[in-house]
C-alpha cells in the first residue's frame, strides 16, 4: 500500500446496494480505512447529485478528502492509483479481472429489478423495513407515508414490467450459467487461481440472490424466506454455492461502522 495514500474516506451507499457491497468489500478486504455511511433512498438523490456531479444519483460513492467519486468501476481505478498496488487487482491479469467485473456490474440492475419484483406488493415485503433501517425518524415517516408512490416511481425508473422482469431472469440465469461453467473445471477462483476484484464482484452482485448468511441485508433469514420461492431454481447451483463459499472464507469484517459488528457477526 502506498504510504501517501490519502486517509479520511467515506463510503456513501445503501446497505442493501450490491454495487457499494462490492466496494466495501473491497475496503475491507484490503484493509483501507474508512467510515460507511447509509443513506435512504429518495433522501440520497440531491447529496448524490452535488457529490458525483456527473447528472446521476447512483451510490455507491467514494469521498475523499479531495473529490468524490461515483460508480465502482470508477471507484476501483481511483483506489488502484492511490492506494496501489492491491492484491485484488493484480497487474498481471488486471484485463482478466476487469472483463469478470464488467460482466457482473452488466447484470447489477436485472438483479435489482428481480429483487423488487418479487418484493414489491407481496405480503411479507420487506423493502421499506430495508429502506428505512438507517433512516431519521421523519425520513422513516416520509417513507412510510409516500411509500405507495415512491414504489410506482421506483417501478417506472427501474423499468419494472414483467416483461423486463422476466427478461432480467433470462440475464441473471445466463450469467450462473457462465459461471456455472467456469466452476466445472476445478478452478476456485474465476481469474488465475487467485482473490481478486473478480470474485468479490461476481459474488456481491449475486448475494441478493445467494443469500450469504454473512450479509447485513441478504444474510437476514426473514429476507431470505420472503425470496425463497423466487430464488428457488437457482438456490442450489454451484454457482450460488460458490458465492455463499466466497462469503465464508473472504468476506470477513465490515469495517466501515454501519453495520454492529454483533449483527454481522452472529451470522458468521
Ligand atoms: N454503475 C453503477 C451502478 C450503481 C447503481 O445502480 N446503484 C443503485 C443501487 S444498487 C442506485 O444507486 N440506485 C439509486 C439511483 O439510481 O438513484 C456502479 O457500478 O456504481
Known sequence: ???????????????????????????????????????????????????????????????????????????????????????????????????????????????????????????????????????????????RAAYPFVRWAFRRKLSITPQRAELALQRITREINWLDTQLTDGRFYLVNNRFSAADITAAALLAPIACPQQHPVYGDPQFAASMADAIKPWRDRKALQWVRHMYDLHRGEFTGGAFSPQRTRLRA
Request: some cysteine.
Open 1 to 143: 500500500m502506498k504510504t501517501n495514500a490519502p486517509s479520511g474516506l467515506t463510503l456513501y451507499t445503501f446497505a442493501m446496494s450490491h454495487y457499494s457491497e462490492k466496494i466495501r468489500w473491497t475496503l475491507d478486504h484490503c484493509h483501507i480505512p474508512y467510515r460507511e455511511v447509509c443513506m435512504t433512498p429518495v433522501f440520497h438523490m440531491l447529496p448524490a447529485l452535488r457529490m458525483g456531479k456527473r447528472g446521476q444519483t447512483t451510490l455507491p460513492i467514494l469521498q475523499t478528502p479531495r473529490t468524490a467519486i461515483q460508480n465502482s468501476p470508477r471507484i476501483l481505478d481511483w483506489l488502484l492509483d492511490n492506494y496501489g498496488p492491491l492484491d485484488i487487482l493484480p497487474a498481471s491479469h488486471q484485463q482478466a479481472v476487469r472483463d469478470v467485473e464488467q460482466r457482473f456490474d452488466a447484470i447489477g440492475k436485472d438483479v435489482a429489478r428481480f429483487l423488487y419484483a418479487n418484493s414489491f406488493g407481496k405480503a411479507d415485503d420487506h423493502i421499506l423495513r430495508l429502506w428505512t433501517d438507517h433512516a431519521s425518524g421523519s425520513q422513516a415517516a416520509f417513507l
